[in-house]
C-alpha cells in the first residue's frame, strides 16, 4: 500500500474460486468456511495488508448456510482483519437471516436505469435494516452510454453476447430507452453515462454506482454466476 492504508477503503470478495481443475475463466461458488478463511488470507498477503474495510461474498453459496458463512466472517471482524461484511446479489430472505448473525454493511447488486429489480423488494429491505447498496453495472453493462446501436456487434468472447437482453428482439426495445437517455443529454450537455449515473446517485444518499468496464463493443469479462437466493 505504499504507506498509504489509511487513505483508502479496501475491499475485496470471496466465494468464487477460479481456475477450477485447471480450466481458466470458470467459476465455481465455495463459501465453506475453511475456503473463506483461505481467501482472506490471499487477500491480505496479496493486497499487503493487514485488514480489509469491506469482505463481499460474492455470490450466495446454496450448499452452504448464510448464518455459517457470516458467522465465519464475523469471527474476521473480532479479529481486526475485516471491518465491514458485504454481500452480492443476494436475495430479500438471505439478507435478513446474515444481518441477524451479523450485521451486514452493504449490498452488491446490478442497479440502473434498465435494472430496477432491486427496487420492488431488496431496496426497502436494506433501509429498514440500516444497510447500504452498491450499484453494479450502473451504465447497463455499457448499454446506455449509446455505444451499442445494432445488434450483433458484440464480440463473441462478450460475455453480453450471450446476455438476454443483448439479443435480438429485446436489443431492439431496449434502445428505446437509450433514445430516451441520449435525448435528455442533449437537452442538458451531458453524455448519456452522466445522466444514467445522475439517475442512479438520485435514487437514495444510500446508493453507490460502481462505473465498470463495459463501456464499449471492445471491452471482455467473463462472465460470473448470479443468484438471489
Known amino acids: 500500500m505504499g504507506g498509504r492504508r489509511d487513505e483508502i477503503i479496501l475491499a475485496t470478495k470471496f466465494g468464487c474460486v477460479s481456475h477450477v481443475d485447471g480450466a481458466d475463466g470458470v467459476y465455481k461458488i465455495n463459501s465453506r468456511p475453511d475456503n473463506v478463511r483461505t481467501s482472506l488470507e490471499g487477500s491480505l498477503q496479496r493486497l499487503g495488508t493487514d485488514h480489509l474495510d469491506f469482505y463481499y461474498q460474492h455470490r450466495v453459496d446454496p450448499e452452504v448456510a448464510i448464518e455459517e458463512v457470516v458467522g465465519v466472517v464475523g469471527e474476521m471482524v473480532a479479529e481486526g482483519k475485516v471491518r465491514n461484511i458485504g454481500l452480492s446479489e443476494a436475495g430479500v430472505d438471505t439478507i435478513r ?22 427496487e420492488d423488494e431488496v431496496l426497502p429491505l436494506l433501509r429498514e435494516l440500516g ?10 453493462r455499457g448499454f446506455l452510454t449509446g455505444a451499442f446501436r445494432e445488434q450483433g456487434t458484440i464480440a463473441s468472447s462478450d460475455f453480453r ?5 443483448f439479443g435480438e428482439g429485446n436489443f431492439e426495445q431496449n434502445l428505446r430507452i437509450v433514445d430516451v437517455v441520449e435525448a435528455l443529454a442533449a437537452e442538458l450537455d451531458a453524455t448519456p453515462a452522466q445522466v444514467a ?3 442512479l446517485l438520485a435514487q437514495g444518499d444510500d446508493i453507490v454506482p460502481i462505473p465498470g468496464r463495459n463501456a464499449s463493443p471492445e ?10 437466493s
Open 97 to 118: 437471516r446474515a444481518h441477524q448473525t451479523h450485521p451486514i454493511t452493504v449490498l452488491q447488486s446490478e442497479y440502473s436505469l434498465w435494472s430496477r429489480e432491486p
Open 219 to 228: 471491452s471482455k469479462r467473463t462472465q460470473q454466476p448470479r443468484s438471489s
Open 161 to 165: 453476447a450471450v446476455d438476454p437482453r
Open 197 to 199: 449515473l445522475a439517475w
Open 131 to 140: 444497510i447500504g447498496f452498491v450499484a453494479y453495472s450502473p451504465l447497463g
